[in-house]
Structure formats: C-alpha cells, structure tokens
C-alpha cells in the first residue's frame, strides 16, 4: 500500500481546514462565549453573595454588641432597683422598729404610772385599812 500525495489529499486537507474553521465559527465560538458569559455571572453571584454574607456578619457582630451593652445596663439598672429595694426595706425595717420602740416606751410608761397610781391608792387606803383592823381587834 502506496500513499500517493495528490490532489484529493489537498481537497481533503482544505475541506477539514473549512469544517475546523466553520465547527469553530459555528459552534465553538458561541459555546465558549456562553460559557465566558455565565463563568462572569456566576463571579458575580459569588461576589454579591460573599459581600452580603460580609454584611450579615457585621450585623451580627453590631447586635451582638449592643446585646451586650444591654445586658450590661439591665445588670447595672438591676443592681440599682435591688439597692433602692433594700433601702426602702431598710428603712421600713427601721421605722417599725422605731414605732415598736415608742409603743413598749409608752406601754412601759403606762404600766408603772398605774403600778405608781395603785400603790399610791393603797398606801391611801392602808391606814384606812390599818384603823378599821385594829377597830375590829380592839372591840
């Protein structure tokens, strides 16, 4: 078997140099346009979708921050409400115990000005008491 270089082989070269350049123009060429087209949306998607996840993170860092500084406050207003809590208690505690303080001094009081006014009242009437007795002894 001969290969013999000849005309056909010049027709057959140049008709697959056309179908390689027409394959290419037709088909190849728009597929890889498409593709370029769709890898920049897809570059792009990723982007947007990268900043906004960058911007959610920082939203959530900035509410957790001010979570925070709330709880910092509400712990501080809390620490404040049980201090005034446990001042007004302490105050009330204090004037009860100045209330119960003037009561036993007024009932104390009153029990030895009775005490004084009954033995004064006895003593009275001890020689009243005193003569009637020796009235009765003698008689």
Do not use: G, W
Not at 53 to 63: A, C, G, H, P, V
Not at 73 to 101: D, F, G, P
């Amino acid at each position: 078997m001969s290969i013999s270089l000849d005309i056909t082989f010049i027709i057959q070269l140049v008709n697959f140099l056309v179908s390689v350049f027409i394959i290419n123009a037709l088909i190849i060429k728009p597929i890889r346009t498409n593709m370029a087209k769709r890898k920049a949306i897809v570059d792009q998607d990723k982007n947007a979708a990268e900043k906004f996840r960058s911007q959610i993170e920082t939203q959530n860092l900035q509410y957790d921050e001010r979570l925070n500084a709330i709880r910092i406050e509400i712990a501080k207003q809390r620490e404040t409400i049980k201090a005034s809590a446990e001042e007004v208690a302490h105050s009330a505690l204090q004037e009860a115990n100045e209330k119960a303080r003037s009561l036993r001094q007024d009932s104390t009081q009153k029990v030895q000005s009775e005490s004084r006014e009954a033995m004064n009242a006895l003593q009275n009437k001890i020689s009243a008491f005193t003569e009637e007795a020796l009235t009765k002894i003698l008689v």
